[in-house]
């Protein structure tokens, strides 16, 4: 499997893949591939990556950029890996890449953000496995009922 900067000729693939994990709402779906389409049109604001296997197939992507104002500190904005990839280390190899190019561009923290909602406790479970700690916890942020939790990764500079 390889990281590669995304194309637009992955599109389609990305789309089905935010389709297939089930656990995107239709705003937040439209947010997605407005990010993925501002990447593709040459917007510098966000970094988009998508992990193929040997024979090409689309496996996962993942999206993150500097955070603006901020000295060497980064944002993942999504990750998301094709059902039929997950526990397989795609994404994991999806985040150590970006830590990795992270680093190499200066940066010394990884911030992300998402839900205390059920549908996301996988993702959530993922990012503790992946080293990355919560630090905030905003309740009734997105909804009643449904906390932000901010997670945090502190980066080796390269």
């Given at each position: 499997m390889q990281i590669e900067p995304m194309e637009p000729r992955h599109r389609e693939v990305v789309i089905n893949i935010l389709r297939?994990?089930?656990?995107f709402n239709d705003e937040e779906f439209t947010v997605?591939?407005?990010?993925?389409?501002?990447?593709?049109?040459?917007?510098k604001d966000y970094l988009v990556e998508v992990a193929v296997d040997d024979k090409g197939s689309v496996e996962g992507y993942i999206c993150y950029g500097r955070t603006p104002l901020t000295d060497g500190v980064y944002h993942l904005y999504w990750i998301a890996?094709?059902?039929?990839?997950?526990?397989k280390g795609v994404g994991r190899k999806l985040m150590r890449t970006m830590e990795n190019k992270v680093s190499s561009?200066?940066?010394r923290i990884i911030l992300l953000e998402t839900s205390s909602t059920e549908r996301y406790r996988v993702a959530r479970d993922f990012y503790l496995v992946n080293e990355y700690k919560p630090i905030v916890r905003i309740e009734d942020f997105?909804?009643?009922g449904d906390a932000l939790i901010v997670y945090k990764k502190e980066l080796e500079r390269k």
């Open positions: 297939e994990v089930g656990i997605a591939l407005e990010v993925v389409d501002s990447y593709l049109n040459g917007g890996v094709r059902p039929s990839c997950q526990r561009m200066g940066g997105y909804r009643v």
